[in-house]
């Protein structure tokens, strides 16, 4: 099962790159840093850490190899971040979440958009303590 889950978030990042038109040369480097994403993801949440928590840190994750990657290849760390990031991104959630509006069933429909909305959150703090982190690395070593 394990192999599937990783096989399926490295497709699914990787053909988000070419959605995105990255560099050919870096479309497995792009699969790699979402499939990294979804393991920490997947070993997290399968340790008992809430969905939330396990977001946040690996979207920290997936930044940090995305700024690695961008220093060894001389590219934009976004290039790596925006599709490592595609098997975090809650949209079945989402989905769920709408389908329940549609069937008059508001209290579901409001605990499961309200779970999209703090997953997308815990998403976005993430990168941005990985970028903090970054700072704070580049400050101490000059």
Request: glycine content about 6%.
């Amino acid at each position: 099962m394990i192999v599937q889950q990783l096989l399926l978030s490295f497709i699914a990042s990787a053909l988000f790159g070419m959605i995105f038109n990255i560099p050919k040369k870096l479309l497995i480097n792009s699969g790699f840093v979402g499939m990294v994403g979804w393991t920490v993801y997947f070993f997290l949440a399968e340790h008992h850490l809430n969905n939330v928590m396990a977001t946040f840190v690996a979207a920290f994750f997936v930044a940090m190899l995305s700024n690695l990657f961008a220093r060894l290849y001389k590219t934009p760390a976004t290039i790596f971040s925006v599709s490592g990031i595609i098997p975090l991104v809650p949209g079945g959630t989402a989905f769920e979440a709408m389908r329940h509006v549609v069937l008059n069933d508001y209290n579901a429909a409001i605990s499961l958009a309200a779970k999209a909305f703090m997953i997308s959150g815990a998403i976005a703090m993430g990168l941005i303590f990985s970028e903090v982190f970054n700072q704070l690395i580049k400050r101490w070593r000059s």
